[in-house]
């Protein structure tokens, strides 16, 4: 198994194409964004494409009033993520078919804890307009006061909660 | 914003393939050593995340001085203070528990951790969650919004003097980083 990168190598190779995305394109790296694309088309196929238009926080992922994640720069670029992540750990051996847990967590109790968690980022990003690489490091690097009001209760809020859940990760 | 033009979602693509690579090699696709940050055992995520920022703000903002980037073409997203403030508190508490965030648990479902297939999961269901309760969440999401504001203009200083105040905590917390790691 090849070593991980240097951390600092590696954030410097993130904010390089950052900021290629931000010269070639217009607009940072994101994520939370492509969730939020598949998610709307969902709302859309439930709710009916109309009602979902109708409401502010899922009408920017119905351009035209059409469900379209595939058209969507996000998805592509989260599609892209993927793809990266798996040649990069084939290459250094790192695939596994594997949860990772805690040495006293079974395996059950860790899957519930990574779908709660994700549901509660899924509600904090939609409020935050981003999570972190959309709002973090995207809207960090630019100096947006919202970002930054972002990276500070996350954190705070991070620290706050890491006792609560330390039996999950010990 | 959606960007949907086809050379657009090659470069879309691409670009996310030198993230996600870079990602994977920074062992962000493990949820134990991204969780490492919040028991002070493994600052990884601070070293990578805040590497990262710096170095995307130090060039957009030498790009902007020399002209080679119209800042006014960036997107530079609004401001909407209490929601924000209120999404990053759950936003955070949600991290401890998933272990990953929405894009490490993309890079640990591709690596083949089931756990970040649940978090991806969780995700959807979350945004689900906020989409249909809309109608009574939208006073709160919808309240502070102060437009495309930077720390720039919240504080009074010039561009360069806030660049270079972040840059100096950045270094701070690479300073504690590190001696985490030479105590270890």
């Known amino acids: 198994m090849t070593r991980y990168t240097d951390p600092y190598l590696a954030g410097a190779g993130i904010g390089l194409v950052l900021v290629a995305a931000y010269l070639l394109v217009g607009q940072g790296l994101g994520a939370s964004g492509a969730f939020a694309s598949v998610a709307a088309a969902l709302t859309a196929g439930v709710a009916g494409t109309a009602r979902a238009s109708a409401s502010p926080a899922v009408a920017p992922y119905l351009p035209n009033g059409v469900a379209s994640p595939l058209t969507d720069w996000l998805v592509w670029e989260l599609a892209g993520v993927a793809i990266g992540a798996f040649v990069s750990a084939w290459r250094a051996g790192r695939l596994a078919r594997t949860i990772e847990r805690g040495a006293g967590v079974s395996a059950p109790a860790r899957v519930m804890s990574a779908v709660t968690g994700g549901a509660l980022m899924g509600v904090g990003a939609k409020f935050a307009r981003g999570c972190t690489s959309g709002q973090a490091l995207s809207g960090g690097a630019l100096l947006s006061a919202g970002s930054w009001i972002f990276i500070v209760t996350a954190f705070a809020a991070g620290y706050a909660a890491a006792p609560l859940a330390r039996r999950l990760w010990s | ?184």
Not at chain 2, 140 to 147: E, K, N
Not at chain 2, 152 to 176: K, N, W
């Open chain 2, 1 to 184: 914003m959606v960007v949907s033009t086809v050379p657009a979602l090659g470069l879309a693509l691409v670009l996310g393939m030198a993230f996600g690579w870079l990602l994977e090699r920074a062992g962000l696709g493990n949820a134990r050593k991204l969780v490492g940050q919040f028991y002070l055992k493994d600052l990884t995520v601070l070293e990578v995340l805040f590497s990262a920022l710096v170095t995307a703000m130090l060039g957009v903002f030498w790009l902007d001085r020399l002209g080679l980037l119209d800042m006014r073409a960036v997107y530079l997203p609004d401001t909407f203070a209490v929601p924000q403030a209120l999404g990053g508190a759950l936003f955070g508490g949600g991290l401890v528990l998933a272990g990953l965030c929405p894009g490490t648990s993309c890079v640990a479902a591709a690596t083949g951790r089931a756990d970040g297939v649940a978090v991806m999961a969780g995700l959807v269901i979350g945004i689900l969650a906020f989409n249909f309760a809309f109608d009574s969440l939208n006073q709160v999401y919808a309240s502070t919004p102060l437009g495309p504001l930077t720390l720039p203009d919240v504080l009074h200083l010039p561009a360069g003097v806030v660049v270079g105040m972040v840059t100096m905590m950045a270094l701070g917390i690479f300073t504690v980083a590190r001696r985490l790691k030479r105590d270890a």
